[in-house]
């Protein structure tokens, strides 16, 4: 006997809070007085039963605050920048404050001392965690870790959040920890390399490594806010600060022409100042964040898997992984990026000039443009790879012209693929020059 299919139509329901009661009320009809949700659902009868659909907006708010000397014990922002004005007050009243702070243990040889001492004068109950927060141990294992110890130190996982100080590697592990603890609690990002200050740090996602992939464990969970302070870089080591640079490149090729012509112009001399005191560091740092939270913002779950900011992390992740730890991250992003720049030359979105302004725009920053282990069948896994998990498309940022750019869903055709490698490593390649 065939199902009955019929149904009635779907009746639509409002959640209104009366009494500190939610109750559901239909749209069209009278609406009690209450708090309102954002939340709907959806109920349909049928003759197989009654079914019903949860929409409920998740919204996150969170600030991204540059501020300089965050260290200095009469600076509030490590403590309190987080909070807005009104909640200030309150936040004041609780006694103790409690902070648990992971910082990466270079960091930590670097300026430990300044974090105890911050807290120390602000009376704050505290613990600090050193850990070796490097892409090797980037694992479940480090995560476990830090959640014993904020088990065991014990924080109100709603008003005292977890502090991450250090590079991406560490502002990735503590988000996920964070988000697992207890079902999420809040956490500070504080980033102490330029590449974290411009791309990691200021987005929702966290992640480990897994099974070989990096970050293949993750979630989407913003820090309740991320504090930058450009002194840190001071005692970075100059490959670190053109690690860095290669993220910012990369939202210049794809959108800012103007800071694309700042780095041609000035990159070499902010790596020699290490982006500090001078109006050229601080337009393009801000520029980098501004570009990049205009991307991420609207898309802050990847809902839409087209992209810019994907631009130079097709090939770059299992490069990275495979020759690890002879390449940094941004590193890997720019040999992407560059043999990404021989392709859009030979489909004719860019013109010589321009990729030859590109590579040596590339060369000032100081970073590599080629790599013996990119090679054909690499970069071939990498899109397959990439085509699998693209709900069927590859979609593909590539540069259109210096600082603008358009996402292709359509495979690198073979004979390109082939001519761009083989052209990429003539001219780029120190062993055939």
């Not at 009809?29 to 309102?36: I, K």
């Not at 969170?62 to 909070?83: A, C, F, M």
């Not at 890997?332 to 720049?341: E, H, R, S």
Request: glycine share 6%; hydrophobic share 40%; net charge negative.
């Amino acid at each position: 006997m065939p199902l009955d299919n019929s149904s009635s139509p779907t009746t639509k329901f409002n959640l209104v809070q009366v009494n500190g009661t939610w109750v559901r009320q239909r749209e069209e009809g009278q609406r009690a007085e209450g708090r309102l949700s954002d939340a709907k659902i959806f109920e349909k009868k049928s003759h197989q039963g009654v079914s019903w659909t949860v929409v409920s907006p998740i919204v996150f708010t969170y600030k991204v605050i540059q501020s300089e000397s965050l260290l200095d014990p009469r600076n509030d922002t490590l403590l309190w920048g987080h909070l807005d004005v009104e909640d200030l007050n309150t936040a004041h009243m609780s006694q103790p404050v409690k902070r648990f702070i992971v910082i990466d243990d270079t960091v930590h040889q670097l300026y430990g001392a300044n974090v105890r001492e911050y807290f120390d004068s602000r009376k704050v109950v505290y613990k600090v965690l050193s850990l070796p927060t490097t892409e090797e141990n980037k694992s479940l294992e480090l995560v476990t870790k830090i959640l014993q110890e904020v088990h065991e130190f014990g924080i109100d996982r709603r008003s005292e959040p977890i502090i991450a100080i250090g590079g991406g590697v560490c502002l990735d592990v503590v988000g996920l920890a964070a988000s697992l603890y207890r079902r999420r609690t809040p956490y500070i990002r504080v980033p102490t390399t330029l590449l974290a200050y411009v791309d990691a740090s200021v987005g929702a996602k966290t992640g480990v490594n897994f099974a070989g992939g990096k970050n293949k464990l993750g979630s989407y969970v913003p820090p309740i806010a991320t504090f930058l302070d450009r002194t840190f870089f001071q005692t970075l080591p100059r490959r670190q600060l053109s690690n860095g640079m290669a993220e910012i490149l990369k939202m210049a090729l794809m959108k800012h022409r103007g800071l694309y012509e700042l780095l041609e112009a000035e990159g070499s001399k902010m790596l020699d100042s290490k982006l500090q005191c001078s109006d050229a560091a601080s337009t393009c740092t801000r520029v980098a964040i501004e570009t990049m939270l205009e991307e991420l913002a609207p898309n802050l779950w990847e809902d839409d898997l087209d992209r810019l900011v994907d631009f130079g992390h097709l090939i770059s992740p299992q490069l990275e992984m495979k020759v690890l730890p002879a390449l940094l991250h941004g590193e890997a992003v720019n040999i992407d990026m560059c043999f990404m720049v021989y392709v859009s030359h030979l489909r004719g979105l860019l013109t010589a000039e321009e990729k030859g302004r590109i590579f040596r725009c590339m060369q000032g920053l100081e970073l590599p443009v080629w790599h013996q282990d990119c090679t054909v069948n690499l970069i071939k896994n990498s899109l397959s790879e990439r085509l699998k998990h693209s709900a069927g498309s590859l979609r593909m940022p590539l540069p259109t012209g210096l600082g603008q750019a358009e996402i292709f869903h359509d495979p690198i055709e073979e004979d390109i693929l082939s001519v761009a490698h083989q052209m990429w490593t003539r001219e780029l390649s120190p062993t055939l020059k």
